[in-house]
């Protein structure tokens, strides 16, 4: 029990030194600066974070720390490094292209605790007119759209578009030789024969002619 008590009482202030040490060398490290583009324009609003190389591992513990540019494009990254993160590689990542920073202490500690570093993209700021032409797309193909669902709706609403719709033609009609009704062609014989009391071999022979008249006018 004495043997406990000694251990308790060189572990417990052991592990209070050690905890301060490691919280007393660890350091605020902040990274300012401002984004342009290749125009030299400001990025404005554009969130950039960091990334880690392909080839770093140390750096992992910082990766999605953010801010966003303002209005004239400055920003500003902190986070918390040690002495052992000094020449780390991170990445600044704004709007998909990569900006590498070296974890610089001796820096830090010679700027009055900022690092900068500004950053100019290789690309260019998109144009109003860009946004404004996608827009114009939208429109047309909505107008485009609504045209023809009301073109095909107006057809629907007739007897021949809605036989259209269904994969059928509407019957040809042609005009009776004796009263000169138009008539289903199909229908023709039984009208000459119950409306005009014609006989079945004339009546066959009267829409025939008909019928004949029809094709060669279709071919």
Not at 32 to 39: H, L
Not at 49 to 78: H, L, P
Request: proline share 3%; net charge negative.
């Amino acid at each position: 029990m004495l043997c406990g008590m000694v251990m308790r009482r060189i572990i417990v202030p052991l592990c209070i030194v050690l905890l301060f040490s490691f919280t007393a060398s660890a350091e605020t490290y902040i990274i300012t600066g401002q984004a342009t583009y290749s125009d030299n324009s400001k990025v404005q609003h554009q969130d950039i974070s960091i990334e880690c190389a392909a080839s770093e591992s140390n750096c992992r513990q910082w990766v999605g720390v953010t801010d966003q540019t303002d209005k004239d494009g400055n920003f500003t990254i902190i986070f918390q490094v040690d002495s052992e993160d000094e020449g780390t590689e991170i990445l600044l990542r704004i709007k998909g292209e990569d900006s590498p920073h070296i974890i610089n202490l001796e820096l830090l500690e010679s700027s009055g605790g900022t690092v900068t570093q500004n950053i100019k993209l290789d690309q260019l700021p998109k144009t109003p007119g860009s946004g404004l032409g996608t827009i114009c797309c939208i429109l047309m193909f909505a107008i485009t759209a609504v045209y023809t669902v009301g073109k095909t709706a107006r057809r629907l609403s007739t007897p021949e578009g809605r036989l259209e719709f269904r994969g059928m033609k509407a019957a040809k009609i042609v005009n009776c030789p004796e009263c000169g009704v138009g008539i289903a062609k199909h229908l023709l014989l039984a009208h000459l024969i119950a409306d005009h009391d014609i006989e079945m071999f004339e009546a066959g022979e009267m829409a025939g002619k008909v019928m004949r008249k029809t094709w060669s006018e279709e071919e």
